[in-house]
């Protein structure tokens, strides 16, 4: 392992853990981020200081020459992608010795695509995870290296699970290091194509509330997937569109003559409490609004009042 040297792709803190992994051990040739990010450069900054590692600042017009150029100018034998925005050609994947290989913040095949975070808490699904995997010339297709799980607890949100993911990150790229170091060849396994599910960049739709259609439980997943990566989920009451930031089930019990989606109470004592589709009561605890974050019982300040229903 002591001629591995890896050029990392990044754009995001999430990547940080799994950076300072192959820096500490003196693996990293060249770091690289988008000009847009200044938050990120100044990250990497700090974690590379008195390291002597170069980073990169690209742009969608020269990325492709400025990673080519540094592969053969820091002499790197492998290339780490971070949650990089930009799609690598086949002819850059190609360009060193040990190829490319992705790091997913989520699981591989079923949670392709850019915002694996945010989709496995909005499909509801048990687990998240990080996989590691060669990759080819399509989008999350490559052969996996190595996956590790975590379970995705009911008040869990996008920034929980992302916190969670970057230390798991850590111990994904500590692994790898002892992988790297057995030879060329890396160990891996095909995806189960049958098992593939891709999901683009949400819509609107996607992070907006309907209290018509939605149950308590898909009401909470969409607030959790939205904060603070959205912060907050939409809502809409009397033609008002506004964020839901954190929300509960509440223990008091709902008036079955009421309509779905109807404000049960809304003071201090009992905060916003507001009826779902399977007869439970949503106790709202946080808004976002133009004028700022609020507690759900602050919406009486702004006229709202009990009887008004939410869509």
């Not at 850019?114 to 996989?131: F, K």
């Not at 060669?134 to 699970?161: A, H, N, S």
């Not at 995806?191 to 009401?219: G, V």
């Not at 009826?275 to 605890?285: P, V």
Request: charged share 20%.
């Amino acid at each position: 392992m002591s001629d591995l040297k890896a050029i990392i792709l990044c754009n995001n803190p999430l990547s940080l853990p799994g950076i300072k992994e192959f820096l500490f051990y003196g693996k990293v040739g060249a770091l690289v981020t988008t000009k847009s990010n200044g938050e990120m450069q100044f990250l990497l900054q700090q974690l590379a200081e008195g390291t002597g590692v170069p980073i990169l600042k690209v742009d969608k017009k020269n990325y492709i020459q400025e990673i080519s150029e540094a592969i053969k100018a820091y002499n790197i034998n492998v290339g780490l992608v971070m949650t990089f925005p930009f799609i690598l050609p086949k002819s850059i994947i190609e360009l060193t010795e040990k190829g490319f290989i992705n790091f997913h913040y989520g699981l591989l095949p079923q949670c392709r695509g850019p915002q694996p975070i945010l989709w496995h808490i909005l499909n509801g699904d048990a687990d998240g995870g990080i996989t590691l995997h060669l990759m080819d010339d399509g989008i999350d297709t490559g052969p996996v290296i190595l996956q590790e799980k975590l379970p995705i607890g009911p008040t869990d949100t996008y920034g929980i699970l992302q916190s969670k993911l970057a230390h798991l990150g850590a111990k994904s790229a500590a692994i790898l290091l002892k992988i790297l170091s057995f030879g060329s060849i890396i160990p891996s396994t095909a995806q189960d194509e049958t098992k593939a599910k891709y999901f683009k960049n949400p819509t609107s739709e996607n992070l907006t509330i309907s209290f018509k259609t939605m149950d308590s439980h898909q009401i909470l997943r969409t607030i959790n997937a939205c904060n603070p990566w959205n912060k907050a989920a939409g809502a809409k009451l009397n033609n008002w569109v506004f964020g839901i930031t954190e929300a509960e089930i509440s223990n008091e019990v709902a008036d079955n003559n009421a309509k779905i989606g109807s404000i049960a109470a809304i003071n201090k004592e009992q905060g916003l409490l507001v009826k779902t589709k399977d007869e439970k009561l949503l106790k709202i605890n946080i808004v976002y609004l133009q004028e700022g974050f609020f507690s759900g019982a602050r919406l009486a300040d702004f006229g709202i009042k009990p009887g008004d229903c939410f869509d």
